[in-house]
């Protein structure tokens, strides 16, 4: 299965923005790249996909390497509710035997100083 | 509605019981998932249902036995269970297009089972 890398931490001052680089150099082209956030005692938490192209939400954006070898998450504006841990995730979304898994990497855990 | 419900928030059980963790979503997704997370660990799969079928077991063991009786509903029975079982079991769920899954997946809050 696909692995991703990420930083095991993270600071940042509020309204400053935040970038988390997420390595996935064996990703297949049929992973799409998800991430989530995690605050204690609550599930993951949906923030943003995609797949070759950058995308943006209301939450966040995401710029993918050209190669797909590699990833950002950017936070525009740090709040102290952006605080968590941030998991990159690869996500089969083809039809082969590992359609529908997603392997989750070890998570950065993000800390906003107010 | 954009909820994944997951009754009980806590479960306490003994190496000899039996009993059942349950998860609801009415979003209309046609798959499912149960995931294990320990302690300052990322989640990690168990199983996945496809238009309420079994397509993925990583071989989890079988007292775990996991039953998608429809497409709103997933349970994970549990039997005989040891110590080291006890974690926070995330459900979630998300669209399947055919025999491809597709978007975001959508998490409960968890069940969290201490097996004492």
């Known amino acids: 299965d696909a692995k991703t890398t990420q930083p095991n931490s993270m600071e940042s001052n509020e309204e400053e923005p935040v970038h988390l680089p997420c390595n996935h150099s064996?990703?297949?082209?049929?992973?799409?790249i998800h991430w989530y956030r995690q605050l204690p005692s609550q599930g993951p938490e949906y923030v943003i996909h995609?797949?070759?192209s950058n995308v943006n939400n209301r939450m966040a954006s995401l710029a993918i390497a050209e190669d797909r070898k590699s990833s950002t998450l950017i936070l525009h504006r740090a709040t102290l509710r952006d605080a968590a841990v941030y998991y990159c995730i690869l996500r089969d979304e083809g039809e082969g035997t590992n359609a529908g898994k997603s392997t989750f990497g070890d998570g950065t855990t993000l800390t906003v100083k107010p | 509605d954009t909820e994944v419900t997951q009754t009980p928030k806590h479960l306490v059980m003994g190496m000899t019981n039996k009993k059942s963790l349950k998860c609801e979503q009415h979003m209309g997704h046609r798959a499912m998932y149960w995931y294990k997370q320990k302690a300052k660990k990322p989640p990690e799969l168990m199983f996945v249902y496809s238009y309420e079928k079994l397509s993925i077991n990583e071989s989890v063991p079988s007292r775990f036995s996991p039953e998608c009786p429809n497409s709103s509903l997933l349970n994970l029975h549990l039997h005989a269970l040891q110590p080291e079982d006890s974690a926070l079991y995330l459900c979630?769920?998300?669209?399947?297009?055919?025999?491809?899954?597709?978007?975001?997946?959508?998490f409960g809050e968890g069940s969290r089972l201490t097996v004492l």
């Open positions: 979630a769920s998300s669209q399947a297009d055919g025999p491809g899954y597709t978007g975001e997946l959508f």
């Open positions: 064996t990703i297949s082209g049929t992973d799409y």
């Open positions: 995609g797949l070759t």
